[in-house]
């Protein structure tokens, strides 16, 4: 598969507002769900939100009503729209495919890009 390459993040101050971006192929984005996870150095990868073809998404609990997943499917790109950011956001954020049905389970999503670093000040 060709890699997924993410960009967007950057240094923000708690409160503020960040979009990742995730392209992938035509063939890749067609074909998979789209999923984003957050890493903290020396943690695993936690679930953040995801989307499946037809609009249906699903969201982390730390992240509902603040984070935004969408598609846009001319540009085979997903966005992670994040708002309100609180310093424990910070960490590399990862985009992967899947082709399970509403997993939240990062060892279910694979062809991982290399992530994007956000990091929130207080």
């Known amino acids: 598969q060709v890699p997924l390459v993410e960009s967007g993040g950057g240094l923000v101050q708690a409160g503020g507002s960040l979009r990742l971006s995730c392209a992938a192929s035509?063939?890749?984005?067609?074909?998979?769900?789209m999923g984003w996870f957050h890493q903290v150095s020396g943690k695993g990868r936690e679930f953040v939100a995801a989307?499946?073809?037809?609009?249906?998404?699903s969201y982390a609990d730390s992240v509902k009503g603040r984070f935004t997943i969408s598609r846009d499917n001319a540009k085979n790109t997903v966005y992670l729209q994040m708002n309100s950011l609180k310093p424990e956001d910070t960490g590399v954020y990862h985009c992967?495919?899947?082709?399970?049905?509403?997993?939240?389970?990062?060892?279910?999503?694979?062809?991982w890009g290399q992530g994007t670093q956000v990091t929130v000040s207080s």
């Open positions: 989307s499946w073809n037809g609009g249906v998404t």
């Open positions: 992967a495919t899947t082709h399970s049905s509403w997993s939240q389970r990062d060892y279910d999503y694979g062809n």
């Open positions: 035509e063939r890749t984005f067609s074909r998979y769900a």
